[in-house]
Nanobody, 122 residues
Framework: QVQLVESGGGLVQPGGSLRLSCAAS????????MGWYRQAPGKERELVAT???????TYADSVKGRFTISRENAKNTVYLQMNSLKPEDTAVYYC????????????????WGKGTLVTVSS
């Protein structure tokens, strides 16, 4: 019923830019936060950026000044603008919502997309 679909990943040269999109479908009663996480091969999943219900943002130190998270509330869509990409940014990027849905009215849950691969290489 509730689904997140990421798009926008691909192959980019170092210094290039990409914009990731995460489109949510289904009924959300309350969205407490939206975020992007990433997992590089052989590495642990890490937080990239979050956007709270109140509009505040947080970023991993490794992406501060280069990445920007934003949203379109009417579409329950979250974006991640990635500039000045580095090879170290190569990872599968996952969209995350922490929210109450029709199926889980009384409990907030983490909802995850399937991920989109970003490869930064020359």
């Amino acid at each position: 019923q509730v689904q997140l679909v990421e798009s926008g990943g691909g192959l980019v040269q170092p210094g290039g830019s990409l914009r990731l999109s995460c489109a949510a479908s289904g009924t959300f009663f309350s969205i407490y936060s939206m975020g992007w996480y990433r997992q590089a091969p052989g590495k642990e999943r890490e937080l990239v950026a979050t956007l709270t219900n109140s509009g505040s943002t947080t970023y991993a130190d490794s992406v501060k000044g280069r990445f920007t998270i934003s949203r379109e509330n009417a579409k329950n869509t979250v974006y991640l603008q990635m500039n000045s990409l580095k090879p170290e940014d190569t990872a599968v990027y996952y969209c995350n919502f922490y929210a109450r849905t029709r199926a889980t009215q009384f409990s907030a849950i983490n909802i995850w997309g399937k991920g989109t691969l970003v490869t930064v290489s020359s």
